[in-house]
């Protein structure tokens, strides 16, 4: 299995990035953590420095910025640093009918799902050729890659490209120093469910930990694999869909959305 000694991990103030950048401080990996937020990530980046005795940067950025991940690139290679293993985790996308969401957001998605996550694969990719150790991209993508949701339109269409971006990825670089790894979550315990307008019915709901999706992902990724989806249900959810036609598949996943999700608007 590979060791990492240095990573960036966008999306990294909460959440599943949060649980990635507190596993991979606890096995003494160097890190570089980026969000919007900098009060969150100043609070991480004190906690681990002291915890875990690993060097911790950050980069409070905006990832949909034209110049972002060239700024990311040049921040992680200063004075000839390397960086082994980059997680594109940073994600959003409102659950809401595709007409009754502005535009602008539709974009913003798309933004940062699919074009800020190409260009650091492109960066980091080229990067991590050229500096020759074992290295790894973890994308995180979703169990929506596989099931087309109602009022997910942009959502589940990102997603879907992160996946199979990410398999033809991997069997491009299958015989070099670096490997590609997509982790696909379902439902999981963050506040990403509260900032895109759901929120879960609790009688209902079925919530992995971001923990249990954060050490799957990087078990996955340490062992080389293409993706891996955690949980059995989830596994149930991606599979399910490739056996009926997608009328059936918008159907069941509307019913499921609305017996699990007490819609904001």
């Known amino acids: ?3 990492y000694k240095r990573a960036i991990v966008t999306g990294a103030s ?9 596993q991979l401080a606890s096995e003494g990996v160097n890190l570089i953590l980026v969000a919007r937020r900098i009060e969150l990530l100043q609070k991480l980046q004190l906690e681990l420095r002291q915890k875990f005795n690993v060097e911790v940067d950050i980069l409070p950025v905006d990832l949909t910025a034209d110049d972002a991940p060239e700024k990311l690139i040049q921040a992680a290679t200063l004075y000839g640093k390397t960086v082994d293993l980059l997680i594109n985790n940073a994600g959003n996308g409102a659950y809401r009918p595709f007409l009754k969401t502005p535009l602008n957001e539709h ?3 798309i933004e940062l799902n699919l074009v800020s996550l190409t260009r650091l694969c492109h960066l980091f990719g080229n990067h991590m050729l050229t500096h020759g150790q074992p290295s790894s991209i973890i994308n995180v993508s979703s169990v929506a890659s596989y099931q087309p949701i109602p009022k997910f339109a942009v959502y589940c269409g990102s997603k879907c490209f992160v996946r199979v ?3 033809i990825f991997h069997y491009e670089m299958k015989k070099t120093n ?3 790894t997509c982790l696909c979550p379902g439902g999981t315990a963050t506040d990403f469910l509260t900032t895109n307008n759901q929120k879960m019915k609790t009688s209902l709901s079925v919530l992995q930990s971001a923990e249990e999706v954060a050490a799957t992902g990087l078990k996955a990724a340490k062992r080389g694999k293409r993706v891996v989806v955690p949980g059995l249900l989830n596994k ?3 599979f399910l869909p490739r056996l009926l036609p997608n009328f059936i598949n918008l159907q069941i996943a509307k019913i499921g959305m609305e017996l699990a999700i007490d819609e904001k608007n």
């Open 1 to 3: 299995m590979r060791k």
């Open 14 to 22: 909460t959440g599943i990035g949060e649980c990635f950048a507190r």
């Open 107 to 109: 974009l913003q998605t």
């Open 165 to 167: 971006f990410s398999e």
């Open 178 to 180: 670096v490997s590609v």
């Open 236 to 238: 149930f959810q991606a």
